[in-house]
DNA sequence: GTGAAAGCGCTAACAA
DNA sequence: TTGTTAGCGCTTTCAC
């Protein structure tokens, strides 16, 4: 049940059947017909190891994801795969697992097995021994989301959008706002937190506000973490913010949940805004920073295909993103 | 760069080196100390398309997901993977996509190829063609969530499951119960919303209860379809349930969203449960059938990898689901 | 438009 | 404990 059955039941060569089964442009109408039609009865299944040994190309990209549970990651995540399931190639799903999984196993062991021809990174930065590693595949490899030294990065400019969400606050009239966001998350090695909390702090300096040490809040990117922020942040009624920036939705609807537990009214008594554009958000009337994961993704895809393809990299521009307001968000009593 | 040059350079022969890197028990220490540490230098990086011919192994096993942002199949995947991870296997991803994928090309085109050792498919059921085509593949496949004719299963007992809910508000007095579920999405094929379904109206009838075509709603597993099945079934005040029974969390925060917004209170004006124990939930106080698809897709994956070391395939016994009482349920006005 | 032959990088008998 | 020899199933020159 291999390209040599093929030949043998047509009369044909190995060579011919390979070629008339791409479709290639040498081989007679008619033997590319006879072909498929004999490949079918057969039931005949390429062998992609074959393949790929052969030609050197795996026809599939590896996904390097710190962990699976995340809004933004599996947004990207879909964008990637839809770009690649256009152009034939499959995706290798590496999930770092957060902080159970022991990261560098799952670097050397599989990632560099020449098992993909291509590799895409979400919000990873990679250390030093990592990137040689990985070097030595030789793959082209993308960033999506935060900044990656030495690599290619396709994101939105983490410090411009924590500004331009702090900036609708400030615009508001709001002076004492908090900032939720994460820590680098055992050891997984995230940029993101920290450069939207430099552009929340940025941005409240040059306003002349400002920056109460425990207004800096850890919600470790989740819904349940923005809940237990929010707590701390809003739990007495003395030097209470007036306004929550979080650097996720995921987080900001935990605030919002949390704000609600405790008797405030959104946005009367806080103002709240977060980054993403999550769905639940704009059903619950949460103001954000809208971007586009999937579009990044897709982007992302298309940049390490092309670059598998031959194509010189070129750098990709930052991602759009926009301010929504909607309800969450309001002047300050 | 392959293991001829470190045959060479260490002047044993392929066959050593190559047993040597595997550490096979026949080898001297030496030996391998000093291959490993050649291959080292020499920045040797196996393929696994060579050993995959050789051997007819791809050490890789694929998971078939019908659309990638819901939670339980992130959670299944997530499990999945850790499983894999540990058995040193590398997961690759068949997404179909929802309505836009092409469903046929993508079974086609990818998952024959032999890249994959075995499949693992979410709450899929399969066509004849489908199971004919998967089946020239012989691998060992299993099913996570839902029914699956012909194959290996794990997975709650839907029906069982949906009665559970239901019997939680027939018991504390609720007679007029509404279902919100989903259809099968854009031939997506899945089973378990009629399932589930059908333990709903089972429940109620055999409880004496009559169930209105109207109040059993399609939600498409979503927050924001649970938010406007919600507002279907709560609009009017006139023969308006005084409970809801959705069979997912996602949909049953969102009709808890729906709910707040039209100024009913839960659980004084109106009792909600979800399936599922999504995150969430657990916050703000959902009463749920809590189900673990994260041990689900561990399951799932040891299964198969057993199968694929010989193992002959045994059935899978039900997966635990417990009723997890919160706070939006309680007896009727 | 088709065929013959070499080889991609590894593993697996079988010998030694 | 190590080496020799065949492949695994394709693709790809180079001929014809």
Redesign the interface.
């Known amino acids: 049940m291999g390209i040599q059955e093929i030949a043998t039941v047509t009369g044909l060569s190995k060579a011919t059947v390979s070629r008339a089964l791409r479709g290639l442009p040498t081989v007679a109408d008619t033997t590319i017909d006879q072909v498929r039609r004999v490949a079918d009865e057969l039931?005949y299944?390429?062998?992609?190891?074959?393949a790929?040994?052969a030609t050197g190309r795996?026809r599939?990209v590896g996904v390097v994801v710190p962990v699976?549970?995340r809004w933004f990651y599996?947004?990207a995540?879909?964008g990637v795969?839809?770009e690649l399931?256009r152009a034939?190639y499959?995706?290798?799903?590496?999930?770092l697992?957060g902080p159970?999984?022991d990261r560098d196993r799952?670097f050397r062991?599989?990632m560099?097995?020449?098992?993909v021809d291509a590799l895409v990174l979400l919000s990873l930065v990679l250390d030093a021994t990592e990137r040689n590693e990985l070097q030595?595949?030789e793959h082209p490899m993308i960033v999506i989301g935060g900044p990656a030294p030495g690599l290619r990065n396709v994101g939105v400019d983490d410090v411009v959008v924590a500004g331009l969400a702090t900036g609708h606050l400030l615009g508001l009239g709001h002076r004492r706002i908090a900032y939720v966001g994460g820590q680098d998350e055992a050891g997984m090695n995230v940029a993101v937190p920290y450069r939207r909390r430099d552009g929340f702090v940025d941005t409240m300096r040059a306003a002349g506000n400002r920056v109460p040490r425990g207004w800096l809040v850890d919600g470790r990117f989740?819904?349940?973490g923005g809940?237990a922020a929010g707590e701390a942040l809003l739990g007495s009624e003395v030097d209470r913010p007036t306004a929550v920036f979080c650097a996720s939705d995921e987080m900001a609807?935990?605030v919002m949940?949390a704000a609600t537990r405790l008797g405030l009214r959104v946005p009367e008594d806080l103002s709240v805004i977060g980054i993403d554009g999550h769905?639940?958000g704009?059903?619950?009337g949460l103001t954000t920073i809208e971007q586009d994961p999937e579009a990044q993704g897709r982007v992302a895809a298309r940049a390490v295909l092309a670059e598998v393809d031959g194509a010189r990299p070129r750098p990709v521009p930052p991602s759009p993103a926009r301010l929504v307001v909607r309800r969450s968000t309001a002047p300050p009593r």
Do not use: C, M, W
């Not at 560099?112 to 098992?115: E, Q, T």
């Open positions: 039931g299944v390429p062998s992609s190891a074959a790929g040994l795996q599939a699976l549970d599996v947004k995540l879909g795969d839809a399931r034939g499959d995706l290798v799903l590496y999930n697992g159970g999984g799952a062991r599989s560099l097995r020449h098992r030595l595949a989740s819904f349940a809940i609807l935990g949940t769905e639940y704009a059903s619950v």
